[in-house]
């Protein structure tokens, strides 16, 4: 039954009576029943317990008492550790549930199985290092209202592999990170026709049959996927029609002719890309021809392969005009002579990797020149080489004698980041009238991060000047 209504209960309404009348009692009422709609709604609409037994004990959140009169109410419930029965409860309008580090065989009596039982409503579930009874996937495979699914650190067992794969049938979204199958319990020929979105991440992840099922199967329009291995993808996949997703996240090491088929969506030439990002891939020139498709539609990249050939960052520069996040390593700043201006002129977040293999300081001007033609940039980041990278030029030098003056035009910019952390030596050496030209001209500057200057005197009266402007300064 619901929770009882306080001014419907006669000992209640005795006891405000004797205290008010007429008038002042009619707009308690009204008062207390505007309160009961409005704020005990509100205030349990999402519930976090939290319960570690041990040497230390950890107990957050409210009571069991509390939670079983108010469980109507709850939407949005997360349970942490050994919660003991208090997850057994029915909530019958739960849309979001939330369970970590739950073991069934550490109850008595209860188990996650018996709360999913009683979430009809159920949308989305995301289980965490939590050990499932026998028979929960198929309990959970009649949750027709099910559609974002995700697991951490799971293991099914092969008698629960037909309610698992089953409980997927109705998903839009499925996240995984190290999701194991038992020996003999790995599906095959599994469609998902609803499956939108799907990640699988995870240590020592190998390609198995049932991965490329759910890619080649469903109707994806986002996919993320760590893999130690995925060379020969386009001949796996040869029969089947490869998605045409929208975004595509991959780290792996995938052959240069791998990644091509996937960019050209299996040979269909669809460019609807929008967000691309890479890592570990020997992205070369095949796979660059097929990111050619995709320049009209792509809104955020990150390349970030080591030893890559400048060009694919450098198209990407050049050719993508509705560009707003870019994310790259490597860039030969000598190419950038090459080329033309850039196109992305859209660009709010920008992390690039200069390298100089030429001594000519008339390469910075020009760079700067680029750079200065992102009026709408919001956050730069300039990374410099690491230190197994040789070239004649260590660093990028960021300062008013190389053209930093040219970027008066980022009147957006807010962060501004030198990464040096794999090479501490390749400080920009920023001076002081440097500094202050930043504060004169980047009036919406909030922060600076990353060492400034190798003299740790130095350094620290350019993070005073900065700090007098209330600008922050993290090193």
Not at 112 to 132: C, F, H
Not at 197 to 203: H, I, N, Q, R
Not at 359 to 380: A, N
Not at 457 to 475: K, M, R
Request: net charge negative.
């Amino acid at each position: 039954m619901p929770p009882t209504n306080p001014l419907e209960v006669q000992e209640i309404g005795d006891l405000v009576a004797t205290y008010l009348e007429g008038k002042d009692l009619a707009s308690c009422v009204c008062v207390s029943k505007s309160w009961q709609n409005t704020f005990l709604p509100h205030r349990w609409r999402f519930v976090r317990l939290e319960l570690m037994k041990g040497e230390f004990p950890v107990h957050f959140g409210p009571n069991r008492v509390d939670i079983y009169h108010h469980r109507y109410l709850v939407q949005d419930l997360s349970l942490i550790g050994e919660t003991d029965g208090v997850h057994a409860y029915q909530y019958p309008n739960l849309r979001r549930l939330e369970i970590y580090m739950l073991h069934y065989k550490r109850l008595e009596k209860y188990d996650s199985m018996d709360l999913t039982e009683g979430t009809p409503l159920l949308v989305e579930l995301e289980l965490t290092a939590v050990e499932t009874a026998p028979g929960f996937w198929e309990t959970l495979s009649k949750h027709r209202h099910l559609r974002n699914l995700k697991l951490r650190g799971i293991t099914v067992e092969a008698d629960d592999t037909p309610g698992f794969w089953e409980t997927g049938m109705n998903l839009v979204s499925l996240r995984t990170s190290e999701l194991y199958f038992n020996e003999g319990s790995r599906p095959r020929n599994m469609i998902f026709d609803r499956l939108r979105e799907l990640s699988m991440t995870g240590f020592d992840l190998e390609l198995d049959a049932w991965q490329l099922d759910l890619v080649l199967q469903s109707p994806l329009d986002s996919l993320e996927w760590e893999i130690t291995d995925l060379i020969g993808i386009s001949i796996l996949a040869r029969n089947g029609e490869w998605p045409p997703i929208k975004r595509l996240h991959l780290d792996c090491d995938a052959e240069d002719t791998d990644w091509a088929f996937m960019l050209n969506g299996g040979g269909n030439g669809l460019g609807n890309i929008v967000d691309l990002r890479t890592h570990g891939c020997r992205f070369d020139m095949e796979a660059s021809r097929a990111l050619s498709i995709h320049f009209s539609t792509l809104v955020k990249v990150e390349l970030m392969n080591y030893g890559m050939n400048g060009y694919p960052p450098l198209d990407v520069l050049c050719f993508c005009p509705r560009l707003e996040v870019l994310k790259v390593l490597d860039v030969l700043a000598d190419d950038i002579a090459e080329r033309g201006p850039w196109a992305c002129q859209q660009l709010r977040e920008l992390t690039i990797y200069f390298r100089f293999y030429s001594l000519d300081q008339d390469l910075e001007q020009l760079v700067f020149e680029r750079l200065s033609t992102l009026s709408q940039l919001e956050q730069l980041t300039i990374g410099y080489p690491f230190p197994e990278r040789t070239c004649l030029r260590e660093r990028f030098e960021f300062q008013l004698d190389y053209g930093l003056g040219q970027l008066a035009t980022l009147q957006q910019l807010t962060h501004l980041c030198f990464n040096t952390e794999r090479n501490q030596v390749c400080c920009p050496e920023i001076g002081m009238n440097d500094v202050r030209w930043m504060v004169d001209n980047w009036k919406k500057l909030k922060s600076v991060k990353g060492r400034l200057n190798s003299d740790k005197e130095v350094g620290g009266q350019l993070v005073s000047v900065f700090e007098s402007h209330g600008i922050a300064v993290t090193q």
